[in-house]
């Protein structure tokens, strides 16, 4: 031991990896504010606000009745349903503990510190802390000025080095959807051992007719692998559900990085039942969809320039304002995701983003008149 190790403070602090450094923790979207007589709204977590399918209730207590024993590890009832629907095979799938966990096990199949991962900026903050925890080089891909990837600027910063590509549609937080064929025109510009994620947590909300489809696209490109949840249109956020749908080679490197056991029986069962109500999850994205376009009219109409919005959520890029528009919404018992560059919105309530329609509307005319 030197002098220095055995000093008080070197003791008292474990030597962590240099690559903490590079990137800032995740920062989940905050509770509301207890306000007397005003009802509080949690809109800050993209968290679908529908009541749960009944059906899927009464399988998860079904389920919560043998804790003893470790679930399917390799999830085959839910990988079987989910391969008929998706008309996939069973080995092009892989079932994690919510997208989040592919995130992490993706990064880890690709990257290290001699790697740089692409993705688009502002999106999904678990992408900075995923590559920068694998200690690769962070090429962040500023979004352009209406909220959509530059894909022409990311296919320019491909590299030798490049290890990892993420794709985010619709992008988390600014909404709008990748088009299908700038998508191709891109993906025919990667090289073939480059592998390229597309995140596609919210693509049930998604209505614009020419959007990227993740399936049609994974079976055209072999270093192409789709990210999906049942947190988002499915309302199964705090069950940790994911899957991850790509040619049979990159599900079984994602095989060897995934925790054993990870998804719990009871929340295999509640999504399993979720997919055999498919038509409902897809009934309700729509309905959810439809509030979501009504809000982005609405505030537009207000003089908001509002992105093209394509998820659960809206987008107002208010720069330095955004705190200050957080704490508007806080004083009225409403939680937004203020991401410094702008204050993401989750569709909620009516009574929530009728509330959140009335604080923008005093915000504009106190901040912007
Ligand atoms: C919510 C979200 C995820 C993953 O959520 P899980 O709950 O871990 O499945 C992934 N990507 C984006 C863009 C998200 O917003």
């Known amino acids: 031991m030197t002098a220095a190790d055995s000093s008080p403070s070197a003791a008292s602090t474990p030597r962590l990896r240099a690559a903490l450094n590079t990137f800032p923790p995740y920062v989940p979207g905050k509770p509301p504010r207890q306000i007397e007589g005003l009802r509080p709204y949690k809109l800050s977590s993209n968290e679908n606000f529908l009541p749960p399918l009944p059906e899927v209730l009464e399988a998860m207590v079904e389920h919560a009745k043998d804790p003893a024993n470790y679930p399917d590890d390799s999830a085959l009832a839910l990988r079987r349903a989910l391969a008929e629907r998706l ?5 092009e799938l892989v079932v994690t503990t919510g997208a989040s966990e592919l995130l992490v096990a993706l990064t880890q199949i690709t990257s ?3 790697t740089e991962a692409i993705y688009p ?7 900075p802390q995923t590559t920068g925890l694998a200690g690769a080089e962070r090429i962040e891909v500023p979004l352009t000025a209406e909220g959509r990837h ?4 990311m296919a320019e910063a491909i590299t030798e080095r490049t290890g ?10 600014t909404g709008p959807a990748l088009r299908d064929d700038e998508v191709r025109d891109f ?9 390229v994620a597309l995140d596609e947590a919210y693509w049930e909300f998604a209505t614009v007719p020419d959007r990227a489809r993740g399936l049609g696209l994974v079976r055209d490109y072999p270093n192409l692998v789709l990210l999906r949840t049942f947190s988002k249109a499915h309302g199964l956020a705090g069950l940790r559900v994911g899957y991850a749908v790509a040619h049979p080679p990159v599900i079984e490197g994602l095989l060897k990085a995934v925790i ?15 997919l055999r109500h498919w038509d ?7 309905q959810i969809a439809e509030a979501r376009d009504a809000f982005a009219k609405a505030l537009r109409a207000q003089g908001w320039d509002v992105p093209e919005a394509q998820a659960n959520f809206v987008w107002l890029p208010l720069g330095e304002a955004s705190a200050a528009f957080e704490d508007a919404c806080v004083e009225q018992a409403v939680a937004v995701r203020n991401l410094g560059e702008g204050v993401r919105i989750s569709i909620g309530e009516p009574e929530a983003l009728e509330r959140v329609l009335q604080i923008a509307k005093a915000f504009r005319a106190e901040h912007f008149a």
């Open 164 to 173: 990892l590509i993420i794709l985010c549609s619709p992008n988390n937080p």
């Open 187 to 195: 993906l025919d510009r990667v090289p073939a051992h480059v592998l």
């Open 112 to 114: 290290d510190a001699t």
């Open 260 to 274: 054993p056991f990870g998804v719990t029986d009871l929340s295999q069962a509640a999504a399993l039942e979720s």
């Open 121 to 127: 900026w502002p999106s999904f903050e678990m992408y």
């Open 150 to 153: 530059d894909l022409e600027a």
């Open 280 to 286: 409902a999850v897809l009934d309700r994205a729509q």
């Open 87 to 91: 008309d996939v095979s069973l080995d």
